[in-house]
Structure formats: structure tokens, C-alpha cells
């Protein structure tokens, strides 16, 4: 049924002598999805002459080929193993085709509309134009509709259209019919204030106490950490942020004084860098606390970053995830680790924006970037753990998969719990994709665990065994001590264990760059060919959700804790084999015509993600 306005689009395009069968729809839904209401307040109405950002997408020119040529320098057996790709090879990848570039900006200019790059390659640009000549140039409905669970109200369409002529040039437009929950205000599954008393004690009894309370001096015992400076120069680790977090120096100059006092006052330190006008000081928050903490706690003296994502409302967005992605394509030297602490439920809607966020995080990891993700807190329920018994999450009687994490081109962190020995937290997040194929790399590992008698048909139809299967590892992820706004705080959640196994990495690459050899990058192909080597396998516990038990662990790879937990000794002996030694020595990269260069690139990332208010 056509609403009044769409009425009104078809027959203003009528009196233009526009034909309305030039206009291919490119999306349509019938209503909002599960959790999404039209908003009723009149102060939430939509005027029609409120400026509207809209993003339209490009067709890469050849993704495909970025996907080879990021497993060919990650594939340890690759003669191109570590000889990571220049800005200017990659930009030949992900570009958009000079026709499709020429069909679009052609038909803005025709509308009068001007355009700006919101990329470094063009393939996705924007325009700014008011809302009554946004509906008229879609052939849309715009409106202001609300998420219940986080009272998130965001601008969007039940429909769209394009000319028929551009059907090929345009791959979608953001915002539209992208209905993706945003992530209420981040921050850890848990945090509970402690008080004096019941504080750790530093070194005396790490041991008995670790079953308690988690400090850098718990895992560093329990995973071979080692606690000597970090040497090399051009190593780095970022940290993300988003819905406002910050970190606040003075609370981690006194999580330091406790628990890391051989570290000078140098190695306690932090940039602050902003994207898209995102907060640089301020009181420190749970997420940013907790993963800045053990960042710097962790990887001593690597230059750690703190990368402040701005966005429109206290929530999170999809599109936040893409402007940090567009700002670290855009550098000349990306970061060399990345660790995100943030989690987006797997949704029919992430299809094509979250296909094009993994191709941006493929071509990082060719620039040399390891991508790291949290897995979430909601077992197989997907998000957060207050969430898991959400019927949205386990609509059609099956499990919720979360992004980024399915995207085959990061690596998924899950969590542990216990010392003892260590086993699966129950929160911890894993499963299979709905819209990515497993990749090849995993196949072996996978495989197994779903012939294995452990899981037998457990489960069937409710999850699709061929999608990309994550977790990719875990690390410990409850009781964290963390030094909050001043106060003492316990956190739990797989955004404690994803900036923990990012610190190893960006030890591991310090041994690397400190010998000349080039940083690890896209870390899975890599990790899978080591199987159990340099990882202890975690084989008890669940994730349950969807009022299920969840995904047992087992022997081997498994959907709770994926290869295991890290042991940085094996890792590192693994890690520094005879393909890190015969290739890509001195850091060198290749271009597209395949000529080595010499590059520093930078080391780690740590990502986070959560949704915000009237967005787009």
C-alpha cells in the first residue's frame, strides 16, 4: 500500500515527465522491524527543510581481489607472507570504476546537488541537501522512528529507489532502510565498586588472589607475559572509542602506582587522537578505563593510542564503525593493531553496510593493520548479556552471531573465567555468520568440532554451520580491577579480553619489528596453521542463550573460546619460524606491481562499538 507521500513523489516525478518506471527499487520493507516504532512526538517530527547526510556507496572495483591479496601476505606459507601492500595498491582495490564515479556525481550535478568524498578512494560519498529533496531524490518516505530497548531514535525509510540507469553504480545508500540495533552506552558487561579493603594486594599473593581479582600481574603469570619495556620504535597499539568514552590519565596513573610501579612515568602515557569531533579529555568511563588500563598495563612502554570516534547521540552506530575505518584508510601509516571492545548484533540489515566494513577492515589488515574485535557478552544470544534472554535475539528459533566478529577479516576475541583451570564464561559470544561464508583457513579447525560427538545435531537449524565461525580465540574476561572516575572497579566481559590478547600482539610485534622482520598484520590464517600451538585449549563450559545451553567447548577449535587461550612463549616460537624469517625482511612491502619498499607501519587497534540518538 503507498503511503500519502509516496503518492505525492510519484506524481511530482509525473508532472516532471519523469517516468516512474525509470526507478528500480532498491529497497523496500513492508514495516519497521521487530524493536523499531515510527516515533509520535511532534518534537521528533522530521521537518522538511532539516539538513540530511546521506552516504552512497560505489561498487569496489575489485574486492575480490583485495581478499587474495590479504590471505597471500597472511598465509604463512605464502612466499608473500608479512610483505604487506602501500596505501596506493590497496586504493587500486577498493576504488570505484571510473563509469560509476562519472554516473553518479552526473546525477547530482543534474540535481543540483554538490558532493564531497567521504573516502580516500571515492568509493562512498556524501551529500548534505534538506529532507523534502532527499525523499524526492530516493523516491523515499523519511521519518524518525525509535529503538525501544535503547530509545534511540533515528531517521530512516521503509523504502527507497533509484534511477534505473544508476542500478549498477550504486551499491546503497546510508541511511535508508539500515534498521541495525545501535549499542546502548558502552561499557562492560559488569562493574561492580569495590572497596579498599577488598583491593589486591600487588605481588604477594598473586596466585590466591587472581581467583578474585584479575591484574596485569594475573596474566602476565597466566599467559607468559613478559613485563620488559617494549624496545621498537614504530611499534603502536590503538585503542577505540566511541558514545563519548574517555580515558582520564590521573586514573591510570593510579592503576599504574599499583599494579605496574616498574614502568617510568615515559611508558604511562597516552595520545588522545579525535575523529569526527570526538571528546579528548574528560572523567574517565568504564569501557575506556578497562581498556586503556590493560593496554598500557600489558604492552609496557608500546606507544598506545586512544582513538575518540564522535558521534550524534550518547549511542552507537553502525556509522560510527565507518568513520573510524575511513579516518585509518586515510592515514599514510595505518595503525598496526587494532582492538575494538564493541559489539553489533548480526542483522538481514548489516548485509551490505557490514560487508563493506569488512572490506575496509581486509584492507587494513593488508596495510599491516591486526583488527581486532570482542566477540560479545550474550552467549549465543549475541550482544550483551543483560540481552540474552531478549526474544529479538533469538527470533525464528535461532542464535544471534555478532559484527564484527563474523566478518572473516578480524580476529574475534572471547572470554574465560577461572584460573584453575580456566574455562568458557558462559557470557562469552560465538557462533556462526548468517552472511559470511566460512573462509578457508578455518576450515580444518571448524570442521572437526562440527563432526565432533560433543555436538553431534545439537542444535540444528538454529545456526548455519557453512557461516564464518568465531570466536577465533579468548582470553580472561572476568573481575578485572579497574580504576574508574576515581573509584575502584571490578569489570567483566569480553571487552576485558579483547585489549588483553591485543596487548600480546603488540608484544609480538615489537620481537619482530626489533629484529627487522614486518608486523604480523591480519593475524588469522597465521593462528589457524599453528592449531593448538601456542594456545591452551580451553574444553569445558558453554555459552548459553536463547534459552539453550549454548555451544559446548571441546578439544580444539570451538564456538565459546575458539583456538584457546594465548601463551605468549609458544606463540612467540611459532610466530618467528622460518616464514617470518625468509620473507618481507626489514619491514618491506609490496605495491601492486609487486616491488619491495621499505614501510614502518604501525602495530595495534582496539575497537569498540556501541548505537546513539536521531542518526543516520
Not at 561499557?187 to 605481588?203: A, C, W
Not at 566478518?407 to 568458557?424: F, K, L
Not at 617470518?580 to 575497537?607: C, E, M, S, W, Y
Request: aromatic share 8%.
Amino acid at each position: 500500500m503507498l503511503t500519502v507521500g509516496l503518492v505525492a513523489l510519484l506524481l511530482f516525478h509525473a508532472s516532471r515527465g519523469t517516468p516512474t518506471s525509470s526507478f528500480v527499487v532498491r529497497s523496500q520493507l513492508s514495516t519497521p522491524p521487530h524493536g523499531f516504532v515510527l516515533h509520535k512526538s511532534h518534537s521528533f517530527t522530521a521537518l522538511p527543510d532539516e539538513l540530511v547526510q546521506l552516504t552512497l556507496a560505489l561498487p569496489q572495483i575489485n574486492a575480490g581481489g583485495l581478499h587474495a591479496a590479504l590471505l597471500d601476505v597472511s598465509d604463512p606459507a605464502s612466499e608473500n607472507y608479512g610483505r604487506h601492500l602501500t596505501r596506493e595498491a590497496v586504493s587500486r582495490y577498493i576504488a570505484p570504476s571510473s563509469d560509476s564515479l562519472q554516473a553518479v556525481t552526473d546525477w547530482l550535478r543534474s540535481s543540483g546537488i554538490q558532493w564531497t568524498a567521504s573516502s580516500p578512494t571515492n568509493d562512498m560519498i556524501t551529500v548534505k541537501i534538506p529532507l523534502h529533496q532527499a525523499n524526492l531524490l530516493l523516491m523515499a518516505d523519511y521519518h524518525i522512528y525509535r529503538h525501544e530497548t535503547t530509545n534511540t531514535t533515528m531517521l530512516r525509510t521503509l523504502s527507497y529507489s533509484l534511477p534505473a540507469h544508476l542500478n549498477e553504480h550504486v551499491s546503497f545508500v546510508y541511511p535508508s532502510t539500515q534498521f541495525i540495533p545501535p549499542i546502548r552506552g558502552a561499557g562492560p558487561s559488569v562493574v561492580i565498586n569495590v572497596g579498599e579493603q577488598e583491593m589486591l594486594k600487588r605481588e604477594k599473593d598473586v596466585p590466591a588472589s587472581c581467583s578474585q581479582i584479575i591484574t596485569p600481574s594475573c596474566l602476565q603469570s597466566l599467559y607468559n607475559i613478559p613485563t620488559a619495556p617494549a624496545r621498537a620504535l614504530s611499534n603502536n597499539l590503538y585503542i577505540s572509542g566511541f558514545g563519548g568514552q574517555m580515558t582520564n590519565p590521573t586514573d591510570l596513573k593510579n592503576f599504574m602506582d599499583q599494579y605496574r610501579p616498574d614502568v617510568s612515568n615515559d611508558g604511562v602515557k597516552v595520545d588522545v587522537v579525535t575523529v569526527n569531533n570526538g571528546p579528548t579529555d574528560g572523567v574517565g568511563t568504564s569501557e575506556a578505563s578497562l581498556d586503556v588500563q590493560y593496554s598500557v598495563g600489558l604492552a609496557t612502554n608500546v606507544p598506545t593510542t586512544f582513538l575518540s570516534v564522535g558521534g550524534t547521540s550518547n549511542s552507537i552506530l553502525i556509522s560510527d564503525l565507518l568513520d573510524e575505518a575511513t579516518y585509518l584508510l586515510g592515514q599514510d601509516v595505518p595503525p598496526l593493531v587494532l582492538s575494538s571492545s564493541y559489539v553489533f548484533l548480526e542483522t538481514p540489515d548489516l548485509q551490505q553496510i557490514g560487508g563493506r566494513l569488512c572490506d575496509m577492515y581486509a584492507a587494513l589488515g593488508a596495510r599491516g593493520t591486526s583488527v581486532i574485535f570482542a566477540s560479545g557478552d550474550g552467549g549465543v544470544a549475541g550482544g550483551l548479556y543483560d540481552d540474552a534472554e531478549d526474544p529479538a535475539r533469538c527470533m525464528g528459533g535461532r542464535f544471534g552471531p555478532t559484527f564484527p566478529s563474523t566478518c572473516p577479516y578480524v580476529t574475534s576475541v572471547g572470554a574465560t573465567r577461572g584460573i584453575n583451570p580456566e574455562v568458557a564464561a558462559p557470557f562469552s559470544s560465538g557462533g556462526f555468520s548468517n552472511i559470511f561464508k566460512r573462509p578457508s583457513y578455518q576450515n580444518a579447525a571448524v570442521s572437526q568440532y562440527l563432526d565432533s560427538d560433543s555436538l553431534g545435531n545439537t542444535y540444528t537449524g538454529m545456526y548455519n554451520s557453512g557461516g564464518r565461525a568465531y570466536p577465533d580465540v579468548s582470553a580472561h574476561g572476568v573481575d578485572y580491577f579497574v580504576v574508574t572516575a576515581g573509584k575502584n572497579t571490578l569489570s567483566a566481559g569480553t571487552s576485558a579480553s579483547a585489549p588483553t590478547f591485543a596487548s600480546i600482539i603488540a608484544l609480538l610485534n615489537d620481537r619482530l619489528l626489533s629484529a627487522g622482520r614486518s608486523p604480523l598484520g591480519f593475524l588469522n590464517p597465521r593462528l589457524y596453521s599453528m592449531g593448538s600451538a601456542g594456545f591452551i585449549d580451553i574444553t569445558s563450559g558453554s555459552n548459553p542463550g536463547c534459552s539453550t545451553d549454548g555451544f559446548p567447548a571441546d578439544v580444539g577449535w570451538d564456538p565459546v573460546t575458539g583456538l584457546g587461550t594465548p601463551n605468549f612463549d609458544e606463540l612467540l616460537v611459532g610466530i618467528t619460524g622460518s616464514a617470518v624469517t625468509k620473507n618481507a625482511q626489514n619491514g618491506a612491502v609490496r605495491d601492486g606491481a609487486g616491488l619491495a619498499h621499505i614501510l614502518v607501519l604501525p602495530l595495534v587497534l582496539v575497537l569498540s562499538t556501541n548505537a546513539m540518538s536521531f542518526l543516520l
